[in-house]
């Protein structure tokens, strides 16, 4: 089946409400409509989901690689952006 | 006295006559879905004809199950799916057409769907407990099945050339077996009559609507109903069904009794 006739989607699932979509796994379809029938037989056949999101792989932007220093390094050295100092209240329970 | 004891014995004749129909026509059609394991033209759409036949083993199942409790002779969902022949299936007889190409199985279970979506809807109402608990979870599984198999209809309808002359002989090859969706036979009328089964002929107009209003999307036309085939109900079938029952037995024959 050629890439322009069934081109790829990247499909996410929401297990349980409150939760947030995560990425399943992907499909090929040949549209919307049918991307979101493919996602639900492939990715959902044992329960894990109350709702799905699809979206062509072509349109999600993605970080290079070789940007991979730049983007994420800087970050690693700033331990005061982490939340570890304070002194949470036992009242608040797990944050 | 004896004649209410007749009476009853009567009725649960039917009963079981008219569950095992039904269940026939969705082992068949499963069976004849499976073939298509690891053979349909892609990934998604393979597991999407596994789950529509897994669907209708288990309305097969829970229908099965319930013809043999209604027989009271004891026999299991297994004895009633394996160890019957031929000419005891009672199936109608689109549910045993060959898979052809994918438009021929396309058509097939969108027909089929477009009747059994009505059909469980009603059969909810049911006045047998069991029939309605069992219509009101098949529906919403039939339901999805006609949503998908509708969406195949008209991008192969009004796909490429080559979709649009395969499907239009689907059509064409599949048009003659309709007829006997419709039928109201002896045991129907019965079920009818007593509350417990669903008026077929009824659904004939709500059959045409949704099957018309998708093809047309497809630039598909309706066939005309000319000679429509029959005798799947009463055990009549096409040479079809006897090689089904030869892979669908082999096991069971082989080997009575066998469980996972």
Redesign the interface.
């Known amino acids: ?1 050629s890439e322009a006739a ?1 081109p790829l989607w990247e499909v996410f699932i929401r297990a349980r409400n409150g939760l947030s979509h995560k990425h399943a796994g992907s ?5 919307a ?2 991307a979101l ?2 996602a639900r ?2 990715y959902t ?1 044992r329960g894990e989901g109350q709702s799905i999101w699809v979206v062509r792989s072509s349109d999600i932007v993605a970080s290079d690689p070789v940007d991979k220093d730049m983007m994420f390094e800087p970050t690693a050295s700033k331990i005061y952006r982490h939340p570890t100092f304070y002194e949470i209240p036992d009242d608040v329970g797990n944050m | 006295m004896s004649g209410t004891c007749e009476t009853i014995m009567a009725s649960n004749q039917t009963l079981f006559s008219y569950v095992l129909r039904l269940a026939d026509d969705h082992l068949i059609l499963s069976q004849r879905l499976g073939e298509w394991c690891g053979e349909a ?5 393979d ?2 004809l596994a ?1 529509i036949a897994l669907d209708l083993i288990g309305q097969a199942r829970a229908l099965y199950a319930y013809a043999g409790q209604v027989e009271g002779k004891g026999r299991n969902e297994d004895q009633l799916a394996f160890m019957r022949y031929e000419r005891d299936y009672q199936n109608l007889l689109i549910t045993e057409q060959p898979n052809g190409d994918f438009a021929h199985t396309i058509v097939r279970q969108f027909f089929i769907s477009a009747y059994m979506d009505p059909f469980w809807r009603r059969m909810e109402s049911s006045k047998d407990e069991m029939l309605a608990a069992i219509a009101a979870k098949a529906s919403k599984e039939v339901t999805y099945h006609l ?2 198999t509708s ?1 195949w209809v008209i ?1 192969l309808g009004d796909g490429t050339r080559e979709s649009h002359e395969r499907m239009v002989e689907a059509l064409d090859d599949l048009m003659m077996f309709t007829g006997e969706l419709f039928e109201m036979d002896a045991v129907a009328q019965e079920m009818l009559q007593s509350g417990v089964g669903v008026d077929a002929s009824d659904l004939k107009a709500e059959w045409q609507h949704t099957v018309q209003t998708i093809l047309q999307e497809a630039t598909l036309e309706l066939p005309k109903a000319g000679h429509m085939q029959t005798g799947g109900r009463t055990g009549r079938h096409s040479e079809h069904l006897g090689h089904i029952l030869s892979e669908l037995q082999y096991m069971q024959r082989s080997f009575p009794g066998l469980t996972w």
């Open positions: 089946m069934m499909i090929h379809a040949t549209d409509e049918m029938h493919a037989d492939v056949r | 033209p892609t990934l998604e759409e597991l999407a789950n949503r998908h969406e991008r």
